[in-house]
């Protein structure tokens, strides 16, 4: 069952969304309630699995000095456990969908040179029960809504 949001948790949301690190205080005075209120807020919406962590966000130095790919894997059936935990020990692997269709996998990569991205399709490619790969290098983002906040209702 989804959580229910009021206004107050879509304000504060969004403001964590800008800086997690802001201190509840101030969040408090931004939002003109209590401190109190905010902290128990907060906590609520981890408990309910609103918030599920706190982590760095790169900035745009970092992310355009990036290579970035998805990359589609078919694997047999029998493998797909397997195949998972070999992409998990790979630092470059930053998200593993599973999805339907002609494959099983999409495998979002991030790699600091095109010939680092080719040597880590390569390994990808060699990973036993991994029979297919199809790649498309990113080349630039048009839309960003990892941080928006759930609109009401």
Not at 40 to 59: F, N, P
Not at 133 to 151: K, M
Request: glycine share 8%; charged share 25%.
């Amino acid at each position: 069952m989804p959580a229910q949001l009021d206004n107050l948790d879509r304000e504060l949301l969004s403001l964590l969304q800008a800086n997690a690190r802001e201190p509840a205080a101030n969040l408090a005075r931004k939002l003109h309630i209590a401190r109190t209120t905010v902290v128990a807020r907060i906590a609520r919406l981890e408990r309910e699995g609103v918030v599920a962590g706190y982590g760095v966000r790169l900035g745009s130095r970092l992310e355009q000095a990036a290579v970035r790919a998805f990359c589609g894997l078919g694997v047999d059936a029998r493998r797909g456990p397997a195949v998972i935990r070999q992409l998990d020990r790979l630092p470059e692997v930053e998200e593993v969908w599973a999805v339907s269709g002609q494959l099983d996998y999409l495998v979002l990569l991030r790699c600091e040179t095109p010939e680092q991205l080719d040597m880590l399709l390569d390994r990808l490619g060699q990973i036993e029960g991994v029979h297919q790969t199809h790649t498309s290098v990113v080349l630039s983002r048009r839309i960003d809504r990892r941080s928006a906040v759930p609109p009401p209702g």
